[in-house]
């Protein structure tokens, strides 16, 4: 054996980090990952997690979906697809985009697993390292996890009560642009954002349209929640008003199931090409089998009133963690009021570090997602997120009283800390 | 709309290209894409295909796996599961290989979609621009897309009717070193390869690897075609004997089914990390629902007989091929004689250009894959892949003749064609 195999073998992490690309030195565990291993305990409230509550699901009708399926057409079912989707489903998944005031042609959408990897092959077609995307601040964990993959500059674009503001964004354009730096798209969850679960209103929808267009950036415009509002339908998809400039991507992890893996991106006609072949190097094709499930589901079941109950059920939900938070938070938290979606967005006094605090809220039996997770320049440790899409609503209410209590020893610690220390 | 907005929307492609990542520019459809919309028509006998025959798959079994699966376990099949894969089914998976000599831990194993996602990770993890991969040649045109999509420089080393001959993989790689580049791994499909269907015998295997490790270069060991030998068993798999240095690709497509898209990689224990770190950020998790029907198909039916069914229904296939190559194909052509899995090699003249005769095969009422697409570097030319996998033998029968019948021609022409030019 060699010198060289032998430290190779040995594991010299330093050896072995040199035979890596670039880019995966950065491929290191997020925080995020250790601490689901934690919360998924049965014994845990977990007000961390995105995981869509199927007890609303039918599962006896699910099995016959599938029984059928296999049976009738299996063949097709479980052999290889188009790279680009099954061509019935694509059809289908106009229908769906139809809801929310979107017209598209099925010739235009790809089928992904998941809306995961349509952001993949997105920042695969768009990104070189150092190219900046331009994001929601705060923004979806797994959208910077991405973009980080992919080598970009994150550029964090001021979010308030009403989703991005559009000022915020016309002042980041000039600056990025101002050091010389080249901006990719914008990406932007305009409904029941996560992690805020705030909903961007019509009039910004449009203003946003209007700068991205006049300033050359795309739009990818990230649809997982749209029809999951619960008091009122939600404006009309960015993508309803511009077909040219904006990437739209859709899934049906939360309106039927995650576990299928279905999701799909829909593209300005030059652009689709590109996102099919990557598509394919990555994948060679999406799993017939799943988007056919999907497509007969659509096809025979009530899927529109499926979509209903999946409401009616995260409802009380929210409407829970929004009393419990009211009942015990401490007064000086502030929390977001969301429409839809699964998220709650809560602010605490900025000395408190949401991260140190998890090992005393897994002690109180209770877990979040520390803010900073959702920031890719280290800010939010003053955040939290909160989901209320997975436990009963008693269980929300003990979690969210579990952790006020946390929160409002913390608060008193820093608060005596800071007085012995002065 | 400003100036430069009508520009972008006319679809300017110069305009459009240079928003692109540099990545994407080669982002070009193959030949193999336009090829198989012509191939796909049904009086098309087509050899081009590597889609495996479900013929022999007894459906109402796969329905009743896939409706119990739902009924008992729904409600964690069609939820999100864990961005490795699901741990019973790693459990299995070690079984599967344990057929082909391996001794693998159920942690070092990553479930992808399709073992193509694999091929995309490990790309991901490993190639920086104008790295270099050694592949055989001719090699998985699968596998040179995912290469060249991670812009890496595809080195290809020669091949005889025993696979990748050791002593040219020593010179390949001393003149690659000579030249100061850098080499990722190794890429091999040792056993029934695609496109040759040569087998590299258990020596070769030894010194391959001897070679790899002493030159600190991982080996990539795809193998999907490992347990549909006809003759006799495969030798052991390459993992079997070197559990450091081998990245080990392995897949359901072919054994059970490809619309399930359900692949792993083994990897050593240092790669696993990064490994579930890039699929997550591509896929975040693959899907429980075709992973669990995989499991419970395993766990419930008789698997290694169906495997021996596939098995069989392929010979027949491959006998049909070799007979009718002998009856119909000048004596100036050759061609491999392989112990199992889809593909044929034939060697043709080397004044013949399969991918310029194409058209006259389609009008022949036959298909296949021109040789070029098999080679990062445009040789291949004289060369062409046929499958036998899917047609009938009484097709695979009829497709040759008129193949013999459409080369026989050609080199005819040729010849008369030398002669009149002289």
Known sequence: MSELTSRFQTGDPQHLERRFAARAVGMQPSEIRSLFAVASRPEIVSLAGGMPNLSALPMGMMADVVHNLISINGAEALQYGSGQGHPKLREQICDVMALEGIRANADDIVVTTGSQQALDLISRIFIDPGDVVLVEAPSYVGALGTFHQYEASVVHVELDANGMVPEALRQAIKSVRAEGRKIKFLYLIPNYQNPSGVLLPADRRTEI???????????????????????????????AEDSENVIYLGSFSKTISPGLRVGWALVPPSLKEKLVIASESSILCPSNFTQLTISNYLADQPWRDQIASFCNLYKVRRDAMLESLTEHFPASATWTKPGGGFYVWVTLPPEIDTKAMMPKAIVAKVAYVPGTAFYADGLGSWAMRLSYCYPTPERIREGVKALGGVIKQEIERRHSGYELKN
């Open 209 to 239: 349209l209007e700068i991205c267009r006049k300033e050359e950036i795309f739009v990818v415009e990230d649809n997982p929640y749209g029809l999951l509002g619960f008091d009122r339908p939600s404006p009309d998809a960015m993508r």
